[in-house]
Structure formats: C-alpha cells, structure tokens
C-alpha cells in the first residue's frame, strides 16, 4: 500500500460517513418537499401520489442515514416493506384515532388504507434503491485509488 493512501478500514468508514451525510441532507430535502405537498399543494389524487412516493423515499434516506452500510437492495426493500406495513396499519383505523387526539401522527402513520398507496410505495422503493446503487456506483468509481477492490455500499 502507498504511504499516500489511507487504510482500507479508514476508507469504509469515511464513505459510510459520507454516505450518512448525503443522506441525512435528501432526507431533510425530501421531508420538507413532503411538508410542501401535504400543506400547500390541493388536496388532488397527483398530490397523494406525490407524497406517498415521498413518504417511503424519506424512510429510505433515513434508514441510509442510520445504517450507511447496507446495500440498496436491503434498504429499499425495508424501507417499501415499513411503508406497505404502515398502510396497512390504517386499515385497523388505529392510525386515524390517535391522528385526531394528536394531529402530526397523520404525517407519520397516515388515516385511511388506500390500495393504490401500496404499488405507489413499491414503485418509489425501486426508485429509490435504483437510484442509490447506480450513483453509489459513479461515486466508489470515481474515488476507488488504482488497483484497489470495491468497498462500502454498492448494488
């Protein structure tokens, strides 16, 4: 190994840091893009869409946050697997009881099971992870030094 080089432990650790970082600043991005759509956007099929979609790509980027090293796989599929599992909590009507004692639980557990939420969370799952691997990808090439293997996340 070079002098010029850090250890590979230290290179993991930095890109998982890095990774959290990225993360933690779209989950701040996509969370107040969420806040836009529920708040100020009219009450519109469009809208619902848009801020189911951003609901699981939210949960997606947090879980990046706390747990850098997973692969985009995993993260995407508990990130759609936790937002199907929030859906389907709304269907036993407890999401909506405790959403009128307490407004703000509506932005975390939602009021009413809607089928359509369902292929809305898996289709932004996907996206989300699709688009985690394929510029997590562009970046580990970028910054790899020469001849050195893989490391951190990848697809």
């Given at each position: 190994?070079?002098p010029y080089f850090v ?70 599929l508990v990130a759609g ?75």
């Open positions: 190994m070079s250890s590979d432990a230290v290179a993991s650790a930095v890109s998982a840091a890095a990774s959290s970082a990225v993360a933690a600043g779209a989950a701040a991005v996509v969370v107040a893009a969420g806040l836009v759509v529920h708040l100020v956007l009219p009450s519109s099929d469009a809208a619902d869409i848009a801020g189911d979609a951003l609901y699981t790509v939210a949960v997606y980027a947090g879980l990046v946050v706390g747990f850098p090293r997973l692969r985009p796989l995993v993260v995407a697997g936790w937002s199907v599992a929030v859906e389907l909590f709304q269907a036993t009507g407890v999401p909506a009881d405790l959403a009128e004692r307490f407004r703000p639980v509506a932005l975390v557990l939602g009021t009413g099971f809607d089928a359509r939420d369902l292929v809305v969370y898996a289709c932004a799952a996907v996206v989300a992870g699709l688009t985690d691997a394929a510029t997590g990808r562009a970046l580990r090439r970028e910054t790899r030094r020469p001849g050195a293997p893989p490391q951190g996340r990848s697809a």
